[in-house]
């Protein structure tokens, strides 16, 4: 069965720091999103892609966040610099006629 | 924005027992998942129900669109129905889900 693939599962790193990760959606999935999901809450949306187009970043940090999908597949999120407070799990999901399919997740512990 | 809300936040059950999980929406949806996290934090999809009821194993759902409501049964609940449990909508004006703050299941042998 198709999954969506993101790597790495965890990351450690210090405050100010750069982190990045990556994710590559089910094949044939056109919108990817990325989305955090701090500890004990349900999951929000940072930036939605539908190919290699921005349709929703209105939550996205954008002073130190950024998000790219050049050729429409695989995208990667990057943060510079860390904080403390971005310390939360990065899920990833791709959509396929309504229904959204997610990643297991990076989890990221900025210290 | 469209708000969602779940009841229980928590709920512990013995194994066995059965449950509903309910999820009320402020707004008209066009798309209704549940989902299953994991303890290693896997969103696992359970349903997509925009409306009407559907039954997959010991699981059941049933979304009421009108009534801006969605209820998730668990029949003969088993340890390895434990973890959180979410439902997440999208609405009209929106291609994200926004989904709810959960329910915590426990289920104890």
């Known amino acids: 069965e198709a999954e969506v693939a993101q790597s790495p599962r965890y990351k450690i790193t210090e405050k100010s720091q750069a982190v990045a990760f990556w994710c590559d959606p089910i094949?044939?999935?056109?919108?990817l999103y990325w989305y955090r999901q701090i500890l004990g809450q349900g999951p929000e949306l940072l930036v939605q892609?539908?190919?290699?187009?921005?349709?929703?970043d209105s939550q996205l940090p954008k002073d130190r966040f950024s998000a790219e999908r050049l050729k429409g597949v695989d995208s990667t999120l990057k943060i510079q610099p860390a904080e403390l407070g971005d310390s939360a799990m990065y899920l990833c999901?791709?959509?396929?006629?309504?229904?959204?399919?997610f990643g297991a997740g990076t989890r990221l512990s900025v210290l | 924005g469209i708000q969602v809300e779940q009841s229980p936040p928590d709920l512990i059950l013995q194994e066995g027992a059965n449950s509903t999980l309910r999820c009320n929406f402020s707004?008209?949806?066009?798309?209704l998942q549940w989902f299953h996290q994991n303890p290693w934090g896997q969103l696992i999809n359970l349903f997509y129900?925009?409306?009407g009821t559907k039954q997959n194993g010991r699981l059941s759902a049933t979304t009421v669109a009108t009534e801006r409501y969605s209820l998730l049964y668990i029949s003969s609940s088993q340890t390895t129905d434990s973890g959180v449990y979410f439902c997440?909508?999208?609405?009209?004006?929106?291609?994200?889900?926004?989904f709810g703050s959960g329910t915590r299941l426990q289920v104890q042998p």
């Open positions: 999901a791709s959509s396929f006629g309504g229904i959204q399919y």
């Open positions: 094949s044939g999935h056109a919108t």
């Open positions: 892609f539908q190919d290699e187009s921005v349709v929703d």
């Open positions: 707004d008209s949806v066009n798309n």
């Open positions: 129900i925009p409306s």
């Open positions: 997440a909508v999208r609405d009209t004006g929106r291609r994200a889900l926004t």
